[in-house]
């Protein structure tokens, strides 16, 4: 069975810190690679995609993949308390059409 | 671009009735819907994967006669919760990827299931 695993948290940074969110992944032929952010009693919101080795950055959001290590994770600059919510790491599933496996989510608390 | 509507966001329903929830991507067409559900501090489970113009496929445990999905075109997908109960109440998020696209899912902002 495919799984993708995260750390549930909650995470605490102080506002203006760098917070680090980790994933590892059991499938070795998931080529795309997904983190959504999920505020309290809605629905996920694309973060970032990833889908070759190394880093990939958009504004305060840098996304991570090494798939030898079968590891993806998603650093935060400049934390703000907006960025409070859970983060959810996502792996296509190499023989499912189009499916994304989810892990659990990070919570992640950014305090002012 | 890549916007995901779904309607009701919120439903509250006496047991025994049908809700109807539709899924529509509005500026690009969807081959492939999603459906999934997610109880109170749980995390997204998938519940059936809809391709336009075909059966859903369902994941294993979710019945298929009470979760009826239609995919009658590029960009409608709707989820019926035939006879609700009360344990069928729950948050329903469908997602939808672009035809000829990435495996990237944008998700609709999720429909608020009561059964009374």
Redesign the interface.
Known sequence: QKEVEQNSGPLSVPEGAIASLNCTYSDRVSQ?F?W?RQYS??????IM?IYSNGDKEDGRFTAQLNKASQYVSLLIRDSQPSDSATY?C?V?ESE?????V????TRLLVSP | GAVVSQHPSRVICKSGTSVKIECRSLDFQATTMFWYRQFPKQSLMLMATSNEGSKATYEQGVEKDKFLINHASLTLSTLTVTSAHPEDSSFYICSASEAGGTDTQYFGPGTRLTVL
Do not use: D, I, R
């Open positions: 795309s997904f959504y009693g809605k629905s996920p919101e694309l995609s959810l996502a296509n499912g059409f189009q499916k994304l989810f892990g659990t989510g």
